[in-house]
Nanobody, 126 residues
Framework: QVTLVESGGGSVEAGGSLRLSCTAS????????MGWFRQAPGKEREGVAA????????YYPNSVKGRGTASLDKVKNTLYLQIDSLKPEDAGMYYC???????????????????WGKGTLVNISS
């Protein structure tokens, strides 16, 4: 069973940037979709970025589009997420996930999730 370990969370000022990493214990190319989800207190988990491991196509919701960049390092088996111009609503627990596809009408959300990371917490200070 592949494991995913996130890192890079912490406290960041609004307007700043963060870069999260997610390292897999084995090749990520076995999964079609690698993605990032976040969950704020009292809210449902939402997808914030997805990237296909083959063509490295990226997808973002409107809330992150233009500010977020997902990328893959297939040699290091690591997924990254950078978000610039951070807003208070970007705070939450960020999880990475590996899945077999992505949702047709919400391509920024991987589907058929096979593996979840345990998450890394991001706080935004204003």
């Amino acid at each position: 069973q592949v494991t995913l370990v996130e890192s890079g969370g912490g406290s960041v000022e609004a307007g700043g940037s963060l870069r999260l990493s997610c390292t897999a214990s084995a090749s990520i190319q076995r999964y079609y979709c690698m993605g990032w989800f976040r969950q704020a207190p009292g809210k449902e988990r939402e997808g914030v970025a997805a990237i296909t491991s083959g063509e490295e196509e990226t997808y973002y919701p409107n809330s992150v589009k233009g500010r977020g960049t997902a990328s893959l390092d297939k040699v290091k088996n690591t997924l990254y997420l950078q978000i610039d111009s951070l807003k208070p609503e970007d705070a939450g627990m960020y999880y990475c996930a590996a899945g077999g596809g992505h949702i047709f009408r919400r391509p920024w959300e991987c589907d058929g999730i096979e593996v979840w990371g345990k998450g890394t917490l991001v706080n935004i200070s204003s």
